[in-house]
Each structure stands twice: as C-alpha cells, then as structure tokens.
C-alpha cells in the first residue's frame, strides 16, 4: 500500500513563503508510483493542479498565476516530494494534496494515489 502524507501548511501573512512536504511511503515503486503531483482545494472550488514532477525531476506546472511563485523538486533519497511557496498570496488559501501515480497529470482524475491534505491559510 503507498501512503502520502503532507506536511508544512500553516497560517502565514501575504508575501511570506511556506514549503509544503509529502512523504512517501510503503512500496510506492511497486504500484507504479513514479510521479508525484500538488493539488489545492480552496473553499467551495474545484481542485486544482499546481505541478508534478517525475522520478527523473522532470517537471510540469499549473499555467495559471501560480507559475513562477511555486517551485516542486524532490529528494528521491529520502522519498520527499516539496513544494516551495514564495509571495503567497490570500487566494493562495486552500487544503494542499500530494498525489502519486505512474505518470500523472493535471487532472486529479488521473492520479490513484492521495494524501489528506495540509492547510494554508494566507492573511491580508
């Protein structure tokens, strides 16, 4: 069985940084978990694919206005996944999901494996 498990939200003011963490554990090679991805859910909204990133660090990001702000890498030694936060914003409040798959991508009905999500809530 693979868990994820996410770690690092917190309340912060607007403009400062967090870095999120998500542990993977359990044989996550053996189901095909090579690529783990960060989702958010802010209040009454949709999920919403930040980026992923691959065994290899090849990674992909979110388009939108979070490009830029938003970093993932990983440390396979460790079997950590991170997303460094900077210039946070209030929209940027939302619950913060690590998700695990083969190969992944910017939906999350493309990704079996989850965590159950951190929270950052970002002041004005």
């Known amino acids: 069985q693979v868990q994820l498990t996410e770690s690092g939200g917190g309340l912060v003011q607007a403009g400062g940084s967090l870095r999120l963490s998500c542990a993977v554990s359990g044989s996550g090679s053996a189901y095909g978990v090579y690529t783990v991805g960060w989702f958010r859910q802010a209040s009454g909204k949709e999920l919403e694919f930040i980026a992923r990133?691959?065994?290899?660090?090849?990674?992909?990001y979110s388009t939108g206005s979070l490009r830029g702000r938003f970093t993932i890498s990983r440390d396979s030694a460790k079997n950590m996944i991170y997303l460094q936060m900077n210039n946070l914003k209030p929209e940027d409040t939302a619950l913060y999901y690590c998700?695990?798959?083969?190969?992944?991508?910017?939906?999350?009905?493309?990704?079996?494996?989850w965590g159950q999500g951190t929270r950052v809530t970002v002041s004005s």
């Open positions: 990133i691959s065994r290899k660090g090849v990674t992909e």
């Open positions: 998700a695990g798959d083969e190969i992944g991508g910017t939906s999350d009905d493309q990704w079996t494996f």
